[in-house]
């Protein structure tokens, strides 16, 4: 399907058009080894630094996390709204999104790092208000802020919190992932309208989880600064993720040769404009409100936050996050024909990936620094923290995204294997083969 023609492939239904056994069997071998790799490339990397490198080191599996959870919440996210909306469009390319979804059943073992620095006393290294005795004594202003939100903000709540997110997200994607099973089995119908039926509770504890999940994973790593929009940001994120990695597993799967004539131009010029509309425009739209509401309000407070990411390197990242994640995407894909063709699609949603990334290494990395508080002179403060590097290509974060990204490809490619890859007995599926853009 390299130059949107399929629709011209009588579409089968049999099992070798719509299983991946065996064709997945040496990719995933080959993103087991690249996770294991990378995860032991990582524990040598950190093993030999410490100090700021520990903080590095804890700060980039948190970056990588949130990029494959993001992945899987945006594909959950694809999967409630066809329900919601009882789209038939869609039935063709929903099982893809299905299985990048039901990985939130496991996705809670990437967390337990965390709980191993709680445990042994270290949280407060990556979430500064873990630790009030240090945080008190190094940074007293964010300090004098943070003992303000201690009811919200304590280890308890923030673990009970995180507890309820994942037990939320597995029981939301396995829900539907049977049900969708049990629609291509028996053709039950009862099953297909009791998903449509909760499509609309499950849209709501989605956008309350994710956004509380933001709040408390990124948002409070810098606990001194708040934002009412920052959980539509980490919806925006997450969404941009899903669908490209949506889009990609679709092409992947055709060029494995399946999905022939099931999945068409159509499919790909629909799935492009959501990317186009969530991942580019919508994500443009929420980050600039953010940044223009805060800037102009002027508070020091909020302020902060946005002006170490438009100081030294940061600055230049700030940049490319616009250009990259914004600018050329928009004019690449604003014409339907990209949408359509699904190699050029496919490059725009590695492209859109890669820059996801990047946007989630610029949410967590940057730090507050200390002196901001007392800062009297914004160009001398400027000048002090001008040099200061990013880390985008520490070899560290490179061999953690390495390790993790291929453990989540390998848990995928299992979920892959072991389903059909289309729920053939669903009402929708002969309008969805049929299915034109007007």
Not at 32 to 38: E, H, K, M, P, R
Not at 107 to 130: N, S
Not at 245 to 252: G, N
Not at 340 to 368: C, E, H, K, Q, Y
Request: glycine share 8%.
């Amino acid at each position: 399907m390299s130059h949107g023609h399929s629709a011209a492939i009588e579409p089968s239904l049999e099992a070798p058009n719509i299983r991946l056994a065996p064709a997945g069997l040496k990719t995933r071998r080959l993103a087991l080894a690249a996770g294991v790799v990378g995860i032991g490339a990582t524990v040598l990397l950190g093993g030999s630094h410490g100090g700021e490198h520990g903080v590095f080191l804890a700060k980039s599996w948190l970056q990588v996390f949130l990029l494959l959870l993001a992945v899987s919440l945006g594909s959950l996210f694809f999967v409630i709204i066809q329900h919601l909306t009882r789209a038939g469009w869609s039935v063709t390319v929903r099982r893809p999104a299905e299985l990048l979804a039901s990985n939130l059943t496991w996705i809670w073992v990437l967390f337990l790092p965390f709980v191993a620095m709680a445990a042994t006393g270290r949280l407060g290294v990556l979430f500064p208000w873990a630790d009030l005795e240090h945080l008190r004594a190094h940074n007293p202003g964010e300090y004098d802020l943070v003992v303000k939100k201690i009811a919200f903000l304590n280890q308890p709540f923030f673990w009970a919190r995180a507890s309820v997110y994942f037990l939320v997200w597995a029981l939301l994607a396995r829900f539907f992932l049977k049900g969708s099973l049990e629609v291509g089995d028996t053709g039950s119908q009862k099953a297909e309208d009791r998903m449509a039926k909760w499509s609309g509770p499950a849209a709501i504890l989605f956008g309350l989880t994710t956004t509380f999940a933001s709040f408390d994973w990124i948002m409070s790593l810098s606990p001194g600064w708040f934002s009412t929009m920052f959980g539509v940001y980490f919806f925006a994120a997450s969404v941009t993720a899903g669908f490209s990695a949506l889009i990609l597993c679709c092409v992947l799967l055709q060029r494995a040769g399946r999905l022939q004539g099931l999945v068409t131009a159509e499919h790909y010029q629909d799935l492009g404009k959501l990317l186009f509309g969530f991942g580019i425009v919508f994500w443009a739209y929420i980050g600039f409100s953010q940044y223009m509401l805060i800037w102009y309000a002027n508070i020091p407070e909020e302020t902060g936050w946005f002006l170490v990411r438009q100081i030294g390197g940061w600055a230049v990242l700030s940049f490319a996050l616009l250009f990259g994640h914004f600018v050329i995407p928009f004019v690449g894909l604003i014409s339907r024909w990209p949408k359509r063709f699904p190699s050029i699609l496919a490059l725009g949603a590695v492209w859109m990936l890669v820059f996801a990334w990047i946007d989630f290494f610029w949410l967590v990395m940057p730090v507050i620094p200390a002196d901001l508080a007392t800062a009297t002179d914004y160009r001398a403060f400027v000048d002090a923290h001008a040099s200061a590097p990013t880390g985008l290509l520490n070899p560290i974060n490179l061999t953690m995204t390495l390790g993790l990204c291929g453990i989540y490809v390998w848990a995928t490619l299992n979920r892959l294997e072991r389903h059909p890859l289309l729920c053939r007995r669903d009402p929708w599926l002969q309008n969805s083969i049929a299915f034109e853009n007007m």
